[in-house]
């Protein structure tokens, strides 16, 4: 392996421009963007308090202007330096799933830039569960957007090769090994004591409403989370969706790749397996997306989840995808 890696150097190709922690450090504090590991999917990092390298983010990513960006934080204590209301529903949820695949969409201080907030009143925030990265808070003392480090609408990376694939080799990436859950994080909206759900990750719906202890709300005002396209987290070959083994088997050619949850009947051409455990499929299920849209397959041919509440997230991230 080592021939082959300072081979590659020597064609001026390496895979990843690898950073370590200090220097990932050394380029955030300066106002540059370094690709950054988390447990959900690896993030497009830069300082959020610094406008210039927020827009490089926009630019990098092709992001339309408007889809605000989450702010990571290295701890609860520093919610107030960004939120003007933290209240008791929202420390709440802070306090039960922090560090987590778990943000609070809050009323933001008014200093907050327009820029991380795509211009919404509101600002995102989440203490991730990765150690690496909390390293890298704790010790840089920023607080870091970073929205999934691919192009806009494109398939979310969850490793750093996928890093590169999608925004290129240039593109500086700590690498924290293969993202834990695999799939974005839930966000909960919360103003007072009531609270919306804008989006599903892998966290249970049902711990959500257990620590609210009340129903979700609609606001008077609904809370906007911009940027949940339906053409989203997508590969570029067409997927669709199936149901049945037999449909599969009857729509599977050699010009198709398809996606098994589980045992059954399996396909013409090409096809991938994955356990039937919702833990399992999301945190191997852009990864797996990416090999296939690598196969230049005429079509996608993904089982469909089951409907409940374990599949949810992945569901919705599939729907989208199928879009
Ligand atoms: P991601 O691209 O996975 O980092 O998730 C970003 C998404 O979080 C956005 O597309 C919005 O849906 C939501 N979001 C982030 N910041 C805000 C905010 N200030 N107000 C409302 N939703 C937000
Ligand atoms: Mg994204």
Redesign the pocket.
Known sequence: MASLSSKMQFLGHTLNMHVNLQQAIAKLKNGEVVAIPTETVY?LAADASNDAALLQIYSIKERPAN????VHIADISQVTDWAAEFSPLAQKFAKAFWPGPF?L?LP?KPHVSPVV??N?P???LRVPNHALTLQLLNQSGLALA???ANKFTQLSPTTAAHVAASLGDAIPVLDGGACRVGI??T?V?VQGENWQL??LGMLPEANIHTVAGLPALRFKQA??????HLLHYSPRTPIQLFTSREALVKNSNSRTAALLLGAGAVPDGTYFELHNNAADVAQKLYDTLHKMDALNAEKLLIETPPNEPAWLAILDRLTRAAH
């Not at 889809?67 to 989450?70: C, S, Y």
């Not at 809370?223 to 949940?228: N, S």
């Open positions: 993030g889809n605000p960006l989450i943000t969409v933001a907030r795509g919404q509101t600002v995102a970073a929205p999934s974005e994080s966000i909206a804008l989006r809370i906007k989370a911009p940027g949940q």
